[in-house]
């Protein structure tokens, strides 16, 4: 089974991400995460999709998307050389004297802190999802309260193809 | 035959008042659309949220509108009439209870690529997502189960929505489009304008061929010892029944055509091997285990084809050719994949197409399959037989009916015993198999050909699943033929109780059903019993011979099972063959 990611460029149309979802949904494909904004075109949404499956289960995948009639373009991201990013908001728990030590790990992942309360510490992180999940793990010891991650966004390399 | 159609305006005229730009509202331009898209004959059932709509059909007349008994039959006659015709089916029907009851019947047009243009009514804009009365998110309900669906939001939407349904759903693989209109939409005002041009741009079906591929067939073509042609719905869909021909013809080579495909070949052919599958022929089936080369035109290789995946077609190197591309390599890993319109591939492939010259052996083979194993039936003189009551039907209408059927047994056993000729002369739900199909359809159809014979054959269980709709034959005097097969039992059940489940009969049991002469007489409808050859005989040439719809029940044996049949989780090549005399 293999991490794919891909990006569907939809019309900006009322329940585009339910029919999108919904066929993820009834043909048994895995979404992993998604993602939806604006795109480089108005009236145009660009979803990431991060889904795993075998080869056979991504061409099913592609062409059904392109089925439906709202999908104007599908590309696999991670057959190319590729940019994957997501951010994650992590509440920590960060008594004052537990704090310098945090503050390493945050320097260390060139994360942030954005917010700090009277016994936590509020981390936003961006990066690849490995970087993620380590950041993740790091601070786990301290005790989440909180962990918010917005799912992988994906564009291909200036130079690929 | 139906008295409205005299009073329908010369197109020229209707045209011309159409098409001029004019402030009306949401239910006229709705009206108009329709008409500019060329439908003749809209069934439906009213309701809260259509009144708008059904207020400007008052006394319009461009089109014919049907008044069904339930909403399920009126997409059901939708469905048979846009089968028939090749033309797009339309239904309308109110919010809520009006709009879920047509969601059997979107479904059934979705599993079979039928073109569909599905209206509903909806409760008014500011009441959407409150619950409101009589309201559901029929676009949420539908979503899987049609090619497109638009919520109306802004009536000056509605002429561009409603030609862009039409040509979703008659283009590509073709399929249900249900346009969903609230109730305000429907009554606001706006500047009609026709819309001529369609601009998708998310939608752009293939219908060329790679030319590579192409004449990667026809050499493989030449090079095949064992050929298989398997034709399915895609062929008859596409209007290449005549260039199949040819392409058969030319090629010299065996063809198998699926439960959708039948009438895309002349049954009558010596190329023809019948039906594959689950109830298919046993040379079908077993040309199909032997083959080297499977030429897969316009079907989907559904499961009840297949049967067991793994085994099927073990030998052949496999083509397909379909409109769809998700169809290809979906079940079947496909070698030679050909992506475009049937009857376009068709017509390039039939320039170059060679005869399979090393397939000489192999044609004898499959004549001498034909031979040794025709489908087969152990016939009685004393009860009747479901099989020969089909082969009467055949007869008595000397294979020119439209044939629409039910789900069941009677099904395959229509299937296997009416030889078709022509293609849109066979309407039956094939992919969802939905009982209640069977006659409502057979309206639709005789509504798209007022001058064919429409047979509706139906099980003793379908045909009360939708019996209500005899009152619109009656009432507006359709001429449709109906045959009740009544075995007094849900056979296809019983069937496989019987034989997968040990003979352990479950509520299978139809006793007490009404007496279907009483009811067709109760709805004004002509009703006649048989209970052997002779009154069968008899019967049959009353209904054809009395100019109103008619129901004929033919009373049959009981214990009868549909032979060849392939259990679940077997190959094609391993069937039950069943009784011989």
Excluded at chain 2, 17 to 33: W, Y
Aim: with cysteine; aromatic share 6%.
């Amino acid at each position: 089974m293999k991490k794919h990611t891909i990006a569907v460029l939809v019309n900006n149309q009322p329940g585009v991400l339910q029919r999108v979802s919904g066929l993820f949904g009834r043909r048994g494909f895995n979404i992993e995460s998604i993602t939806v904004g604006t795109s480089e075109e108005p009236g145009l949404s660009r979803m990431v999709i991060v889904t795993t499956g075998d080869d056979h289960t991504l061409e099913q995948v592609t062409k059904q998307l392109y089925k439906l009639i709202d999908v104007i373009k599908v590309v696999d991201l991670s057959a190319n050389p590729m940019v994957g990013r997501e951010l994650a908001l992590i509440k920590v728990n960060a008594e004052p004297t537990a704090r310098p030590e945090i503050l390493g790990v945050v320097d260390t992942f060139r994360a942030a802190v954005v917010d700090i309360g009277t016994s936590t510490l509020m981390v936003q992180v961006v990066g690849d999802t490995e970087k993620i999940d380590a950041m993740v793990e790091l601070l786990k010891p301290y005790g989440i309260r909180e962990l918010s991650r917005t799912g992988v966004t994906a564009m291909m390399r200036g130079n690929a193809k | 035959m139906n008295a409205h159609s005299a009073t329908l305006r010369s197109k020229e005229e209707i045209m011309e008042k159409l098409m001029k730009p004019e402030v009306i509202t949401g239910s006229e331009m709705l009206l108009r659309s329709l008409v500019l898209e060329g439908a003749e004959c809209v069934f439906g059932y009213p309701g809260g949220a259509v009144l708008f709509i059904y207020d400007a059909m008052h006394g319009f007349s461009d089109f014919n509108h049907l008044l069904t008994r339930h909403e399920q039959g009126a997409i059901h006659a939708a469905d048979g009439y846009a089968r028939a015709s090749g033309k797009v089916g339309v239904c309308i029907a109110t919010s809520g209870p009006g709009a879920t009851n047509l969601v059997t019947g979107i479904a059934t047009a979705y599993m079979d690529s039928v073109p569909l243009v599905v209206i509903t009514g909806n409760v008014a804009t500011s009441f959407i997502g409150t619950d409101a009365f009589q309201e559901a998110d029929i676009t949420g309900i539908t979503m899987p189960i049609t090619k497109h669906s638009y919520l109306v939001r802004k009536v000056e939407d509605l002429p561009r929505i409603i030609h862009e349904a039409f040509h979703i759903a008659n283009t590509g693989r073709k399929g249900p489009v249900l346009v969903d209109i609230p109730k305000d939409v429907s009554a606001q005002t706006a500047l009609f304008q026709p819309v001529k041009e369609v601009n998708i741009r998310g939608y752009n079906p293939t219908v060329h061929p790679n030319k590579l591929q192409v004449e990667k067939m026809l050499k493989a073509i030449t090079e095949a010892e064992r050929p298989v042609i398997l034709a399915g719905g895609g062929v008859v869909y596409s209007g290449g029944h005549e260039e199949l021909l040819e392409f058969v013809t030319k090629s010299d080579i065996p063809i198998t055509t699926t439960l959708l495909g039948l009438g895309a070949y002349p049954s009558g052919n010596e190329l023809w091997m019948g039906m594959p599958g689950m109830h298919g022929t046993y040379t079908a089936n077993t040309a199909i285990q032997s083959a080297d080369l499977l030429i897969n035109i316009g079907a989907r290789f559904d499961d009840r084809v297949t049967m067991k995946l793994q085994g099927f077609a073990p030998k052949a190197k496999i083509v397909h050719i379909d409109i769809d591309p998700a169809e290809i390599g979906k079940n079947v890993p496909t070698d030679i994949p050909i992506v475009g319109d049937i009857k376009t591939v068709l017509q390039l492939a039939n320039k170059d197409v060679k005869r399979a010259d090393h397939a000489d052996a192999w044609r004898k083979q499959v004549q001498a399959w034909k031979q040794e194993q025709p489908l087969r039936y152990v016939d009685s003189n004393e009860e009747l037989k479901p099989q020969w009551v089909i082969e009467m039907i055949h007869e008595a209408t000397k294979g020119e009916a439209i044939v629409t059927t039910d789900v069941g047994q009677h099904q395959m056993w229509a299937a296997q015993y009416y030889k078709f000729n022509q293609p849109r002369s066979w309407i039956t739900s094939g992919g969802l198999g939905t009982m209640g199909f069977g006659f409502p359809s057979a309206i639709g159809a005789q509504m798209a050909c007022p001058d064919r014979v429409v047979v509706s054959i139906n099980g003793d269980g379908g045909m009360q699943m939708c019996a209500q709709e005899l009152a619109i034959c009656a009432i507006n005097n359709i001429p449709v033929k109906v045959a009740i097969i009544n075995n007094q039992v849900l056979g296809m059940v019983r069937q496989w109780q019987e034989i997968i489940y040990d003979n352990r009969y479950s509520h299978i049991d139809l006793a007490g059903s009404p007496d279907f002469v009483k009811l067709a007489e109760a709805y004004g409808v002509k009703g006649f019993r048989a209970t052997n050859k002779e009154e069968a005989n008899a019967a049959w040439e009353e209904a054809l011979k009395h100019p109103g719809p008619a129901v004929v029940e033919f009373v049959v044996r009981k214990g009868e099972n549909v032979y060849p049949m392939v259990t679940q989780g077997n190959t094609i090549d391993s069937m039950i063959l069943g009784d011989a005399e």
